[in-house]
């Protein structure tokens, strides 16, 4: 069965770096669009970025954009979020999921990141 597993999330310096990383299993991690989402307490899904299958296109809520590159590596079966210049707005509880979007798809168990000094 499909299986995505996030992990590098944890607490961090306003201004630090964090990359979180997404481990595929049970599907064909290739053929799919991926996507990051985060949610914060009291506030609504949100699409941070997505890729699509080989990597050549990628998009990027304007809340992130220049901060945060979304990749894959198809070998690995591996998505990647680099998260640079972290500022405590950006703490949340972050997905990656098949698809492109804040619903359906299948979804990680999702690992926090805390900006916070």
């Known amino acids: 069965q499909v299986q995505l597993v996030e992990s590098g999330g944890g607490l961090v310096q306003p201004g630090g770096s964090l990359r979180l990383s997404c481990a595929a299993s049970?599907?064909?991690?290739?053929?799919?669009?991926m996507s990051w989402v985060r949610q914060a307490p009291g506030k609504e899904r949100e699409l941070v970025a997505g890729?699509?299958?080989?990597?050549?296109?990628?998009t990027y809520s304007d809340s992130v954009k220049g901060r945060f590159t979304i990749s894959r590596d198809n070998f690995n079966n591996t998505l990647y979020l680099q998260m640079n210049r972290l500022k405590p707005e950006h703490t949340a509880v972050y997905f990656c999921?098949?698809?492109?979007?804040?619903?359906?798809?299948?979804w990680g168990q999702g690992t926090q990141v805390t900006v916070s000094s």
């Open positions: 999921k098949t698809f492109i979007g804040i619903t359906g798809g299948s």
């Open positions: 890729i699509l299958r080989h990597g050549g296109s990628s």
């Open positions: 049970g599907f064909t991690f290739s053929t799919f669009a």
